[in-house]
């Protein structure tokens, strides 16, 4: 289970013992982490959860670890990615930075110094998200803590609940959110609620947020899943 607060960390690595001496060294210091043995099941993963790095062997089956990395990087993720690379491979180190890696490391590595990178990693991140209340995406400024939006055509007091629900947006940016965790977290509803004021609410962000609110740039209808938010227009 998640405890507020604590730093999430997603490993993808096929091999068992370099995965199994990494996760116990990050449990050790109290971090929380997930173990994905491929691409496509990280893929998953980090759509349904939260994570604040990744780290990613580039040697995967399937798709690989540079190609994660730059479909993340495409998708406008900034996740700190740790990337882990074949030994002394001079075309993995330069291709997985031009990839959008933050910082690699060359197999074999002392869990040391994978502690120390996992470390400068966080600390680079954690200033930015941490203090950060107001967000800009199309021609809007949001300002949560103030509770107030300026757009293209207006400025807008916030309601409490609309707060909520971009606070949930913002933070899963990119991620779909389901029907029923909105319900439950925004109106702490049950998620299995039949209830057109989900809908209605979405409409009304549009309306506030979007363009075009019958064409939404950035709050997109995941259809039989749920929303997601999206920052950059495609
Ligand atoms: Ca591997």
């Known amino acids: 289970m998640m405890t507020p607060g604590q730093t999430s960390i997603l490993l ?7 995965a199994e001496g990494i996760l116990f060294n ?32 580039i040697m ?10 730059r479909r993340l990087r495409k998708s406008g993720s900034d996740l700190p990615i740790l990337m882990l690379t074949a030994r002394g491979d001079e075309v993995d180190r330069v291709a997985g930075l031009s990839a959008g890696a933050d910082d690699y490391l060359t197999k074999p590595f002392s869990l ?17 998200r941490a203090e950060k209340t107001t967000y800009t995406f199309g021609d809007n400024l949001i300002d949560l803590a103030e509770r107030r939006a300026i757009t ?15 606070e949930l947006f913002f933070s899963r940016e990119g991620k779909v959110i389901s029907r029923g965790e909105l319900l439950q977290t925004v109106w702490g509803m049950s ?16 309306k506030y947020f979007e ?8 709050f997109k209808t995941v259809r039989g899943r749920g929303y997601r938010f999206i920052r950059e227009k495609s």
Do not use: W
Request: glycine share 2%; with cysteine; net charge negative.
């Open 12 to 18: 993808v690595e096929d091999e068992p013992h370099i």
């Open 112 to 128: 040391k110094e994978f502690l120390l990178r996992v470390k400068a990693l966080l600390r680079r991140s954690r200033p930015t």
């Open 26 to 57: 990050l449990e050790a210091e109290g971090y929380r982490s997930v173990h994905c043995l491929s691409a496509e099941e990280a893929i998953t993963k980090l759509d349904t959860d939260s994570f604040d790095l990744l780290v990613l062997d």
């Open 152 to 166: 293209a055509t207006a400025q807008i007091e916030l309601t409490e609940l609309e707060v909520k629900m971009l």
């Open 191 to 206: 998620p299995d609620t039949e209830t057109r004021t989900l809908d209605n609410f979405i409409v009304r962000l549009r």
């Open 211 to 218: 363009t075009d609110p019958t064409h939404p740039d950035h």
């Open 60 to 69: 995967l089956p399937g798709i690989d670890g540079l190609e994660l990395c």
